[in-house]
Nanobody, 127 residues
Framework: QVQLVESGGGSVQAGGSLRLSCAAS????????MAWFRQAPGKEREGVAT???????NYGDSVKGRFAISRDNAKNTLYLQMNSLKPEDTAMYYC?????????????????????WGQGTQVTVSS
């Protein structure tokens, strides 16, 4: 089993920054691939960023150049550094993990590829 606990959300003005953390526990192999997703009220869940076991990353088009995903395997923690935040970034942010994603480059931002999910942390960006 894998447990994921997000933290670091909050309220910030447009143009500001936040850093989300996801503390992971359980079988390390089962969280080889990790990702951040977000869901705003009335909208579908959206893939934000994903990282594989070697540290390769991929980003959703709406956050490229502003967000950065990273992982510290020694601390069992996943991060999402969010800069130049916009009101449209307002959402609940979720951490996700899985052991194997075939075609990760093409499919790593699809939520149906991940078995393990955290409870989420709210990010609110005001204009």
């Amino acid at each position: 089993q894998v447990q994921l606990v997000e933290s670091g959300g909050g309220s910030v003005q447009a143009g500001g920054s936040l850093r989300l953390s996801c503390a992971a526990s359980g079988n390390a192999y089962r969280r080889t691939y990790m990702a951040w997703f977000r869901q705003a009220p009335g909208k579908e869940r959206e893939g934000v960023a994903t990282i594989d076991g070697d540290g390769s990353t991929n980003y959703g088009d709406s956050v490229k150049g502003r967000f950065a995903i990273s992982r510290d395997n020694a601390k069992n923690t996943l991060y999402l550094q969010m800069n130049s935040l916009k009101p449209e970034d307002t959402a609940m942010y979720y951490c996700a993990a899985d052991s194997l994603i075939m075609g990760w480059v093409q499919r790593g931002l699809e939520d149906n590829q991940y078995m393990y999910w955290g409870q989420g942390t709210q990010v609110t960006v005001s204009s």
